[in-house]
């Protein structure tokens, strides 16, 4: 008797799916890629058309701030969604690009040789301090607002993951160091504003931010980078990288078998999370015109994590519309339940924990599996060819 070798499975199988007219790969991909250009510029039109006429100056500039959220969460999406870090020191990296911005623009409003406000208000200080100097340089101050962060991040990571801290320890020790950098501030009054912060900024590279056109000006900058920041993280998750970081999620000790090092790749997506933090908090600044310790300590830092989870921390758009969604309900709720909004915050958070684990962005997707499951089978697909067609759907959210 000759022996017969047994064929992959997906040789086997080729010849029956496509019998049974299964999808092609080629226009699924297809299909997903035009989805995506669909859905860009549907956001772009959104922020850049829709919002700016049918919202007042005032609106707009809360819209504005809750992008700057929003970059933050899609930076949280990748590292705790994708890698499985639950960051809940988000705060930290926020608050050095914001700081960094704002010691810029603080600089240029008291011109050449000129100490800010505040240091002449505390009278502590003679001379502006040295390590407030190089921020008087754009080509200094704009770098630093998203490479300091990831230099911390990445100081901070290489010490955490290597040793395996990970799960709740990693958690709270990221909250730790938000309380941390929180005391450092307020401690160090005369060179940080203390409890303040930096307040009363007039100017953005010349431009008067009491102004409304410059006011809009800043939001569709901030429009912009969100835009940009959410295709740049779709590449990311797409690419070799992205299913690498999946796999570390999911099995980091056969992931390490593999021959590849868990701790460098939760590293990269830290440290990629906390440049995107930095980012927004630099553009935060010119949006509000404050940056202080109480934006960037313990609370701010759940808030993110908050919003990240409401929305669906394991899609692309989830985190997004989870902050914005959280953000926006903070307003509303505390302009109609000053005493109360804050329960009423945390009742939604559970609610949709409990009820709806994918998040908001989820909803879509189980929709559409009902839909699938409602309708009468395709004519020519076959039962594995539409499994596989509803699980594309849902990653492709």
């Known amino acids: 008797m000759t022996a017969v070798t047994p064929a992959p499975l997906s040789t086997a199988t080729a010849p029956a799916t496509a019998s049974a007219g299964a999808a092609p790969p080629a226009r699924s991909g297809g299909r997903s890629r035009l989805r995506t250009v669909a859905g860009f510029a549907f956001g772009a039109a959104l922020l850049f058309a829709v919002a700016p006429l049918l919202l007042s100056d005032f609106r707009l500039a809360l819209l504005a701030k809750y992008l700057c959220v929003a970059m933050v969460a899609v930076g949280i999406g990748i590292a705790w969604g994708r890698g499985g870090m639950l960051t809940l020191g988000q705060g930290v990296f926020f608050g050095l690009g914001g700081y960094a911005m704002a010691m810029h623009l603080k600089l240029a ?48 990571g290489s010490l955490v993951f290597r040793r395996r801290v990970r799960g709740a320890y990693f958690a709270i020790l990221s909250q730790a160091l938000a309380a941390a950098m929180v005391i450092l501030l307020i401690g160090q009054q005369g060179t940080t504003g203390g409890t303040n912060g930096l307040t009363d900024i007039k100017g953005f590279f010349g431009y008067d931010l009491d102004d409304p056109v410059n006011q809009r000006m800043v939001y569709f900058i901030i429009a912009g980078v969100l835009l940009a920041l959410l295709a740049l993280t779709r590449q990311l998750i797409q690419s070799r990288y992205g299913e690498l970081l999946v796999a570390v999620r999911d099995g980091e000790e056969r992931v390490r078998f593999l021959g590849y090092d868990p701790a460098s790749v939760k590293l990269v997506a830290y440290v990629v999370a906390a440049g995107m933090a930095g980012l927004a908090g630099a553009l935060f600044v010119p949006a509000v015109g404050i940056i202080s310790p109480a934006l960037i300590g313990i609370v701010p830092s759940i808030e993110f994590v908050i919003g990240v989870a409401v929305g669906g921390r394991a899609t692309l758009l989830g985190p997004v519309l989870g902050a914005v969604a959280v953000a926006w309900a903070r307003t509303a709720l505390s302009e109609r339940f000053p005493g109360t909004w804050t329960y009423l915050q945390g009742l939604l958070f559970v609610v949709v924990v409990a009820f709806l684990p994918g998040g908001l962005a989820s909803l879509w997707a189980l929709a559409r599996r009902r839909d699938v499951g409602a309708r009468p089978a395709r004519r020519g697909w076959s039962p594995l060819g539409r499994r596989r067609a509803e699980r594309t759907e849902v990653e492709a959210l």
Request: hydrophobic share 55%.
């Open 109 to 156: 409003d008291a011109g050449p040789g000129g100490m800010p406000d505040f240091m002449q208000l505390y009278g502590q200080l003679d001379e502006l301090p040295l390590w407030w100097r190089p921020f008087a340089s754009p080509w200094f101050a704009l770098p630093a607002t998203v490479l300091l962060p990831m230099v911390v991040a990445f100081g901070l």
